[in-house]
């Protein structure tokens, strides 16, 4: 098991606060959520990330035009998950502690609202959780901008991403091709 102390100081220099949102003609709302990223190439490292949140691991492709970067493997965190990872290095993050606050909000919100609830609400109140939620989506990308996490650690929206769902050669990491290497 990695040192919390430890984890926070290598979230705060490699990782990334991610808020994605899915908007989609089926869904009556937006769907947000929150992600923790880390992005290294150092497999074994990524691997006890992935065994201590009880997720999943990747290695990234590799850019061809670049063949003396090292491998990279990702590990995401999501939700819940997620949540756990930011209260847990919390107290010890510098660098990213508005950023983590910011995603502690959304998962708090989404918790207080679970999908059964939107169908009880009229639409000024879906409106209204929609906002919040949005604010908060881009309280963190403002937060990102300003340096509030590392140059570069940017949270995904429409023109932003962050590197670290990002393929070798620049792709969203939905159109690359990765390898799973580890599952939990």
């Given at each position: 098991m990695?040192?919390?102390?430890?984890?926070?100081?290598?979230?705060?220099g490699e990782g990334c606060v991610h808020i994605p949102v899915q908007r989609r003609a089926d869904l009556r709302v937006p769907n947000y959520g929150i992600r923790a990223v880390f992005c290294l190439t150092n497999r074994e490292v990524v691997q006890k990330i992935a065994?201590?949140?009880?997720?999943?691991?990747?290695?990234?492709?590799?850019?061809?035009?670049n063949v003396n970067w090292a491998d990279a493997y990702q590990v995401q965190i999501c939700g819940n998950k997620a949540a756990a990872f930011f209260r847990d290095i919390l107290p010890h993050s510098i660098v990213k502690t508005e950023c983590i606050k910011v995603a502690l909000s959304?998962?708090?919100?989404?918790?207080?609202?679970?999908?059964?609830?939107?169908?009880?609400?009229?639409q000024e109140q879906m409106n209204a959780v929609i906002e919040y939620r949005e604010g908060l989506r881009l309280q963190l990308k403002a937060l990102n901008a300003r340096g509030?996490?590392?140059?570069?650690?940017?949270?995904?929206?429409?023109?932003?991403?962050?590197?670290a769902s990002n393929g070798a050669e620049g792709q969203p990491r939905a159109k690359q091709t990765m390898k799973i290497v580890g599952r939990v």
């Open positions: 990695l040192d919390i102390r430890y984890l926070a100081g290598l979230f705060d065994e201590q949140y009880g997720v999943s691991f990747c290695k990234l492709k590799k850019s061809s035009a959304l998962q708090d919100d989404i918790a207080r609202y679970r999908r059964s609830h939107w169908m009880q609400f009229n509030g996490a590392s140059i570069g650690m940017l949270a995904n929206s429409e023109n932003l991403l962050c590197p």
